[in-house]
């Protein structure tokens, strides 16, 4: 089965969500970039990131992942969540790390494209036919990180069929 990995992000944690390429099934996967230590510094849940990032095998099926261009309230934040896309994109595995296989993708972007004011429903993804695969209420950057990777698969299919 092939699919697609949208990732909503911040300084503490990523949200990865696989969803197959045929159905609508999302499986959510949280980054805990903490790792137990509430007082860590951002460099240094950075530092975290690839120890706890998902083993290469997570990614044999995958042939998209679609980053959300992170904004944030001051230039020092946005430094810090940039060096957190950095640390991912090296993590990913070399077939991933091309422009067509790794997009950066915008909020305005996805959300305009799915219709989606503000921070996307439970309401939201059954509209759009998305069905979470964990049995506990899906979070906010949970059902984010959906809607990033939804956006990218029908993205790339579109363009698959004009082509």
Not at 96 to 116: F, M, N, Q, S, T
Request: contains cysteine.
């Amino acid at each position: 089965m092939s699919c697609v990995v949208g990732i909503d992000l911040s300084t503490r944690q990523l949200d990865l969500a696989r969803l197959d390429e045929t159905h609508n099934r999302v499986t959510h996967r949280r980054v805990d970039l903490e790792d137990g230590d509430k007082r860590a510094k951002a460099w240094d849940r950075t530092l975290r990131l690839p120890r706890l990032m998902p083993p290469a095998s997570w990614w044999d099926d995958v042939y998209l992942v679609a980053i959300e261009i992170p904004f944030g309230a001051g230039s020092g934040a946005v430094a810090a969540m940039n060096r957190i896309v950095g640390a991912i994109v090296a993590g990913l595995p070399p077939r991933l790390r091309e422009p067509e296989r790794c997009w950066l993708v915008r909020p305005d972007e996805w959300k305009g494209a799915l219709e989606i004011r503000g921070k996307p429903s439970e309401a939201d993804l059954e509209r759009l036919g998305l069905a979470m695969a964990s049995p506990e209420p899906s979070t906010q950057d949970a059902r984010d990180a959906a809607c990033i990777a939804y956006y990218a698969r029908e993205t790339n299919q579109r363009a698959v069929d004009a082509a």
